[in-house]
T-cell receptor, first 116, second 113 residues
Framework: GAVVSQHPSWVICKSGTSVKIECRSLDFQATTMFWYRQFPKKSLMLMATSNEGSKATYEQGVEKDKFLINHASLTLSTLTVTSAHPEDSSFYIC????????????FGPGTRLTVT | GQNIDQPTEMTATEGAIVQINCTYQTSGFNGLFWYQQHAGEAPTFLSYNVLDGLEEKGRFSSFLSRSKGYSYLLLKELQMKDSASYLCAVRVLRPHRPDKLIFGTGTRLQVFP
């Protein structure tokens, strides 16, 4: 149990375009979802935390107008990278936490974004 | 500031035992996680310690000392498939903000035959 999926697994887009990444909890209700990014050989950095039906809480230094997060239901959160630039190229990983075990996060398989 | 340190790389031999250390300086400590991450994949949960002591789960054990800001992950009977990065992450509570996981940079373990 506790499976989280992400779509797409990889995407290439041109500078200036927007790209949407979906994160789904497949077999549990995710009261909280987290979005991370990871640069090569670096640690995961939390970008934002979202609770279903409310606005996301962004970490310091993360532009909320650039990284739009929507947590419309208990099984789906989306991250939209707007006006993408090459420096946005990264590995984006979501995780989800349900109510059954309050501390454990289940990670999705990640999305590799390349902006050309 | 919040800081987590772990060795960058380690090597070991199949069948051996390896210990990966993690030290942290954080405020609002509320538990320490160990995750395994293969290249290009998502982290998978290995263990969680919130109280001092040793937690054992099969071939993997994790230890925590909160007073020393120290944890280790012990892997026994190493297998080739254990070659991966091992991430130490501390959960911190923050006033008026959601809790957060702070990750170390990970320890890349290579297991040789």
């Amino acid at each position: 149990g506790a499976v989280v999926s992400q779509h797409p697994s990889w995407v290439i887009c041109k500078s200036g375009t927007s790209v949407k990444i979906e994160c789904r909890s497949l077999d549990f209700q995710a009261t909280t979802m987290f979005w991370y990014r990871q640069f090569p050989k670096k640690s995961l950095m939390l970008m934002a935390t979202s609770n279903e039906g409310s606005k996301a809480t962004y970490e310091q230094g993360v532009e909320k107008d650039k990284f739009l997060i929507n947590h419309a239901s208990l099984t789906l959160s989306t991250l939209t990278v707007t006006s993408a630039h090459p420096e946005d190229s990264s590995f984006y990983i979501c995780s989800a936490r349900g109510s059954m075990i309050s501390y454990e996060q289940y990670f999705g398989p990640g999305t590799r974004l390349t902006v050309t | 500031g919040q800081n987590i340190d772990q060795p960058t790389e380690m090597t070991a031999t199949e069948g051996a035992i390896v210990q990966i250390n993690c030290t942290y300086q954080t405020s609002g400590f509320n538990g320490l996680f160990w995750y395994q991450q293969h290249a290009g994949e998502a982290p998978t949960f290995l263990s969680y310690n919130v109280l001092d002591g040793l937690e054992e789960k099969g071939r993997f054990s994790s230890f925590l000392s909160r007073s020393k800001g120290y944890s280790y992950l012990l892997l026994k009977e190493l297998q080739m498939k254990d070659s991966a990065s091992y991430l130490c992450a501390v959960r911190v509570l923050r006033p008026h903000r959601p809790d957060k996981l702070i990750f170390g940079t990970g320890t890349r373990l290579q297991v040789f035959p």
